[in-house]
Structures are given as structure tokens and as C-alpha cells.
């Protein structure tokens, strides 16, 4: 068996929402053949207590340039979240990463930026997150 690309993922999300992301670690974990690591910026890290919007900004800033794609979490919610646009305005202009947008499960409303940003837009389904991951990923 050939050895298996590891992805290296930063996912945008919010921790309002945080069971969808822990949702989509376990997709990940559990998908066959998928190897993958976490370039998010998990909720029990230091990043979170930066004393300011800038500081803020540079931590999330400095975790994107070493990942092949950036996942987005495209419920309404992203729309009114300043940070998640942020994370948008840095991956697509200052690094140029793949977006893969994901469309919450039963979701009939969906983020408008992050669908017109976004290098693919997915239903919340573990293969198909995956396989446009893979398609996208640099």
C-alpha cells in the first residue's frame, strides 16, 4: 500500500458551536486511509486569552501558512462571526489556501461568504468532506 499523504488542517469554526467541530475531528479520526493533523487553534489554548484583536489576528495568522487546506464550518452562524472571516481573509489572501466549505447537517441556510470563498462547498458527510479535501488540498 502506498504511504498515505498527511493533511495538515486548519479548521475555522466557532467555539459557540463547538460540538460541529468536535463532530468533525471524530469524522476525521475515524475516516479509513485519512492520516490528517490539527492546525486549528483548539479552545484550551493561550491563543484564546490574547490580549487583543491583533494579537489574536498574528496567533491565527502564524498557525495557517503550514497547512494544504483550510475547512469551514458553513453554517449562518459564519456570516456574524468576525474571527471566521478573519480566518477567511487569511488563508485566501494572505496565503492563497484551499477553502473547503461544509454545509451543517440539515442546514437550510448556509454562509454566503463562506460559499463565495470557498474552492468547494460539501454536504455534512464524512466522504465527501474528505474526498474534497484531497481534490483541493496543496
Known sequence: ????KT??????HSWAYGDAYEKLVKFFDEHPNF????????????IHNA??????YEAIKN?????????VLAGVYSTYSKWINKEIEIAKSVYSKPL?????WGS????????DNADAIV??????????IRQHSI
Open 108 to 115: 437550510e441556510k448556509t454562509s454566503k461568504i463562506v460559499k
Open 63 to 71: 498557525q495557517m501558512p503550514f497547512v494544504n487546506c483550510v475547512v
Open 1 to 4: 500500500m502506498p504511504q498515505l
Open 123 to 132: 454536504k455534512w458527510n464524512s466522504s465527501s468532506i474528505v474526498s474534497a
Open 7 to 12: 493533511y495538515r488542517l486548519f479548521i475555522s
Open 35 to 46: 492520516s490528517w493533523v490539527d492546525y486549528s487553534v483548539p479552545k484550551n489554548d493561550p
Open 100 to 104: 473547503v466549505a461544509i454545509e451543517p
Open 51 to 56: 490580549p487583543n484583536d491583533k494579537a489574536l
